[in-house]
Structures are given as structure tokens and as C-alpha cells.
């Protein structure tokens, strides 16, 4: 008896997990240098300073983007630690790193649409991903803590694939940049120019009503009332809020796509890997 091959789903991976951190996303490359980096970052090439340019497919030289992300397997603190006896049991066995890559390439009239989910696939969030019917893509890599291997999961929508966000990151909170002047102080913030000539204003209005009330005083005979001077507003900020680092070059090649300080759980994730995915409410 035959067996149809074609119309069925002969490999199937499906993961679900926590992303590590933000995904990066990728649109331009240095024919130069051959990094790639964002157009929403820089439009020089940040290593030798050549102009940058569209990522294209091989083949048909479409424009391309890509929104890459690392992840952490929805699994139990309990079965973690049974995974990582059996690697160390397993001679020349490795750990895993978990990675993913979703594209968007451009339309007919060459629009390059980033992929809509890329903004929620946010540090914390949960995400599912599952890709058919053609394999991940496995690298070795040397990192901080010993030799891994990087699971790639290619994330195309011909194959049916797909990346579903299960419950969005919590927001963080927004901090606004602090001036500190040379002694350490807060330097205060400028007053746009149309405020300042407002405030200028109503407080040479406050002076005349003043004046006249006086005046009336005078006349009646009762004591003067005065009004309270415009306080100038409050610009300064009680402490300065250290910025989360930003956002580095990070894909200088096609066998590593991270920086090696990325390759390690350290400082990168501190929740999640460890939790039961099945008391998650």
C-alpha cells in the first residue's frame, strides 16, 4: 500500500516558552562588513561606515526582514534538572539554546512590512511557536558557560508555520532621561519657549491685579490683599532612574547571531525557565 506523502505533516516541532528578551529585528545589511543590523537604529554600517542596504533573498533578490528572538522551554523547574542529567550522561551531548526567526519580505510594490507580531514579542512573554514540515536549523557555539548548540526555528507562513504570543510581557516602566549637571545635581529641565512667555505673561497680570486691588484698598480704606507670586514649575526630577542598555549590534554573522553576552542565562532572564507552565493562570 502507498503511502501519501505530500499532503500530511511528516515533521512537526512546536514549542512554547518565554522569550529571553526583545526580539531583534533586522532590515539592512553591509555589503561591506556582511552584518546586518536595523534601519530603525543607524543607516551607516556602525564597523567600517559603508551605507547600508536592503537584506534580499538569494534567489529572487526580494527584500527581506527579519524579527529574531530566544526563548525558554515552558517547562518545569523538575523536568529542567532531569534534561540536564541526561546531557551530562550523554557523551559529547550539549545543551540547548533556543532561537527563532520570523520574516516579511516585500510586496509587489515593494513595501517591506515588518511582521505585525514583532512589538508584542516583548521580554517575559509567552509565545508558541510551530513550524512543518521542514527541519531546524542546529549550530555549535561556544559560550561563557561551555559549548552549546543553537536550535534555530525558521518561521515561514508558506509552510503553514507560525508564532502566536499566549500572554503578553507586563509593561515596564517608562523612565525619562535625567540631565545631571557636573557637581552631581539635577540640572532642571528647559521650559519650552511658549511656556515661559506664558507663564512671563500671567505674571505681569498678577502684578496689575495686584496693583489695582491695592488701589481699591487705598480708596476704601481697608487693608490691601495681595496675591501669591507665580511659582515657576517644577522641573526638576527627585532621582535619576538608571535606563535599561540599549539595543547593540548583535547579528555579525550567520553561525552566531548573538553576542556571546547573549548566549548565557546570567543577568538575561531571571524568571520564567523555572516555572510550571501548568499552574500558570
Known amino acids: 500500500m502507498a503511502v501519501e506523502l505530500n499532503n500530511r505533516v511528516n515533521l512537526g516541532v512546536a514549542l512554547t516558552g518565554w522569550l529571553a528578551c526583545d526580539n531583534y529585528l533586522f532590515d539592512r545589511t553591509c555589503s561591506a562588513c556582511g552584518g546586518m543590523y536595523s534601519s530603525f537604529e543607524t543607516r551607516m554600517c556602525p564597523k567600517c561606515g559603508a551605507a547600508l542596504t536592503y537584506i534580499r533573498v538569494p534567489a529572487t533578490q526580494k527584500a527581506m526582514c527579519i524579527s529574531e528572538g530566544k526563548m525558554y522551554p515552558a517547562l518545569s523547574e523538575k523536568q529542567l534538572a532531569k534534561d540536564a542529567q541526561a546531557i551530562v550522561a550523554r557523551k559529547r551531548a550539549l545543551p540547548i539554546e533556543y532561537r527563532f526567526k520570523l520574516f516579511g519580505f516585500a510586496d509587489d510594490q515593494g513595501v517591506l512590512p515588518v511582521p505585525a507580531i514583532h512589538k508584542r514579542l516583548k521580554r517575559g512573554a509567552l509565545v508558541e511557536i510551530r513550524m512543518y514540515n521542514h527541519q531546524p536549523v542546529v549550530t555549535p557555539f561556544q559560550s561563557e558557560k561551555g559549548p552549546k548548540v543553537e536550535m534555530m526555528l525558521m518561521v515561514f507562513e508558506a509552510y503553514g508555520d507560525k508564532c502566536e504570543v499566549l500572554s503578553d510581557a507586563k509593561v515596564r516602566d517608562t523612565v525619562t532621561p535625567v540631565r545631571i549637571n557636573q557637581d552631581g545635581s539635577v540640572a532642571p529641565m528647559q521650559v519650552p519657549n511658549d511656556l515661559a512667555s506664558a507663564m512671563k505673561e500671567l505674571a505681569a497680570m498678577q502684578e496689575r491685579t495686584a496693583a489695582i486691588m491695592a488701589n481699591i484698598a487705598k480708596m ?3 487693608p490691601a490683599t495681595t496675591l501669591p507670586p507665580v511659582a515657576p514649575p517644577d522641573t526638576r526630577v527627585a532621582s535619576a532612574v538608571p535606563t535599561e542598555p540599549s539595543i547593540e549590534d548583535v547579528l555579525m554573522d550567520d553561525e552566531c547571531p548573538f553576542d556571546p553576552s547573549e548566549m548565557d ?13 501548568f499552574k500558570v493562570g
Do not use: C, I, L, M
Open 220 to 222: 476704601q480704606g481697608a
Open 265 to 277: 542565562d546570567a543577568d538575561v532572564f531571571d524568571d520564567g525557565a523555572a516555572v510550571d507552565p
